[in-house]
């Protein structure tokens, strides 16, 4: 019955999914990671999730990095279901003649941004009536500060080399920057892994500090243009690639983390060492991930992820056609995700993280 998702929680988490099922109401932090057009296998869950979540008072902290604020951002509009449809077809349009420099890609992320986030919306995404909207980002620090190439590289070789002796010693190298709508600190503020910068949202810098928390290194410009903000800020997945902070401390409560993978890698340079997250901050989380077998039906047996570009580079056609068959399968996990809380057979499915 339930072979298109997998369901992983916590410790804390599982105990209560299994004792009551999923009650939404109990969700109080909704988390998307970044992994640029790996998000498009999961809309099919976001949709249902903005169905059920329609009629909460209560106020729901959305955290994301890179293409998952971009989502979360989706999320808070006025309509947001027309949002995120919006975002999937601006992101598979993209279409590039020759190898794209850094400006021409920054300049595309613009064209997204634009595109699927109206001025007049900025407003209303700030002062949600239920929603509070969080990204993070990254300012850099030394090395990482430079547009030089040669010198970008360098400074980020070196905090790959020393992430392998440490990932906390990261913090040499960036500052977490959290931006948030709310004028009080959502739960997760406490962070303390890495120095710590918390910057509010407003109609000037919301764009510009959402494009911040996406801007990848080497293949994107920096952005120090943040209205309000000095520095020069980098893609929010350096540190937090999926999100391994602590997102309820000392608080009750769950984490609703629609995911691409049953795992969590904590950070950017974390991806070909096996290194897992702090069991602490995965306590509360309920992890909804595509199965193996939902992934081995796709075209080419695989997730969309930003490879594309290169393997499909002057077949947009082809490409477009795999992403867009993609977004048409994810239904079938929103629906099974829906029908798994609503029988309350989520209580049998779901596994440790």
């Not at 998000?39 to 099919?44: H, Q």
Request: with cysteine; charged share 25%.
């Amino acid at each position: 019955m339930f072979e298109n998702i997998s369901v992983r929680a916590g410790s804390k988490a599982i105990e209560i999914i299994r004792d009551e099922g999923l009650n939404l109401s109990r969700v109080k932090v909704v988390a998307g990671a970044s992994g640029a057009a790996k998000f498009l296998v999961l809309t099919g869950i976001d949709r249902v999730l903005l169905s059920c979540f329609k009629q909460r008072t209560d106020p729901l902290y959305l955290i994301g990095t890179s293409i998952g604020a971009f989502r979360m951002a989706a999320y808070c509009q006025r309509d947001p279901v027309d949002a995120l449809g919006k975002l999937e077809r601006k992101y598979i349009a993209q279409h590039y003649d020759s190898k794209p420099t850094r400006k021409e890609i920054t300049e595309e992320s613009w064209r997204i941004i634009h595109a699927y986030i109206d001025d007049g919306e900025i407003e209303s995404i700030i002062n949600h009536p239920f929603m509070r909207i969080c990204f993070l980002s990254n300012k850099c620090k030394g090395l990482l500060k430079s547009e030089h190439l040669w010198v970008q590289g360098l400074g980020v070789a070196l905090a790959a080399g020393v992430n392998r002796l440490s990932r906390n010693s990261l913090g040499y190298f960036f500052e977490r920057a959290l931006f948030c709508a709310s004028k009080e600190n959502p739960p997760f503020a406490a962070m303390n892994q890495f120095p710590l910068g918390i910057y509010h949202l407003t109609q000037s810098n919301f764009k510009t500090a959402l494009l911040s928390s996406g801007s990848i290194p080497m293949a994107m410009e920096g952005i120090s243009s943040i209205d309000g903000v000095s520095g020069l800020f980098r893609d929010g997945g350096i540190l937090d690639y999926h999100l391994d902070i602590p997102f309820l401390p000392n608080e009750d409560g769950l984490v609703l983390y629609p995911h691409f993978y049953e795992h969590i890698t904590p950070g950017w340079f974390d991806k070909s060492l096996n290194r897992k997250p702090d069991k602490k901050n995965m306590e509360s989380v309920v992890l909804v991930a595509p199965s193996n077998r939902f992934v081995d039906g796709l075209p080419f047996g695989k997730i969309p992820d930003r490879k594309d570009f290169k393997t499909f580079f002057g077949k947009d056609k082809e490409r477009v056609e795999y992403w867009t068959k993609v977004v048409e399968k994810n239904k079938k996990l929103g629906d099974e995700f829906f029908e798994a809380i609503e029988s309350g057979r989520i209580r049998e499915i779901v596994k440790p993280i």
